[in-house]
């Protein structure tokens, strides 16, 4: 099955959060979305650039080629600042709970 690469999962995950993302009413089900397609951004960019029998580029011998270890870095980074709007996503859901009593993105009670 050499069709189904990082690539192609992230691709998929990212599609499957914007669908959710679009069709969901629910608050939680919309940030649960979200963090789907941050970790189809996640996985389709550090699988980018993966070649097999690359090495890490820090004490490198021969003629193998190195790994590029600035997605990496730059994931990492990407996944501590998903992390804090995930958070405060979830403190704003609780805050909108408490002051109007409902879980959906419409203000009518009736729906």
């Given at each position: 099955?050499?069709?189904?690469?990082?690539?192609?999962?992230?691709?998929?995950?990212?599609?499957?959060?914007?669908?959710?993302?679009?069709?969901?009413?629910?608050?939680?089900?919309?940030?649960?979305?979200?963090?789907?397609?941050?970790?189809?951004?996640?996985?389709?960019?550090?699988t980018?650039?993966?070649a097999?029998?690359s090495?890490?580029?820090?004490?490198?011998?021969?003629?193998?080629?190195?790994?590029?270890?600035?997605?990496?870095?730059?994931?990492?980074?990407?996944?501590?600042?998903?992390?804090?709007?995930?958070?405060?996503?979830?403190?704003?859901?609780?805050?909108?709970?408490?002051?109007?009593?409902?879980?959906?993105?419409?203000?009518?009670?009736?729906?």
């Amino acid at each position: 099955m050499d069709f189904i690469t990082g690539e192609i999962v992230g691709i998929l995950l990212f599609f499957i959060g914007l669908y959710g993302l679009m069709t969901k009413k629910s608050i939680i089900k919309t940030i649960m979305s979200m963090s789907i397609m941050e970790s189809g951004i996640y996985l389709f960019y550090v699988t980018i650039n993966y070649a097999p029998g690359s090495v890490p580029p820090i004490g490198q011998q021969g003629d193998a080629p190195f790994v590029d270890p600035v997605p990496s870095a730059l994931m990492i980074t990407a996944i501590v600042i998903g992390i804090g709007v995930t958070a405060i996503g979830l403190t704003m859901f609780m805050h909108y709970k408490q002051k109007h009593g409902i879980t959906h993105w419409s203000r009518n009670r009736n729906q």
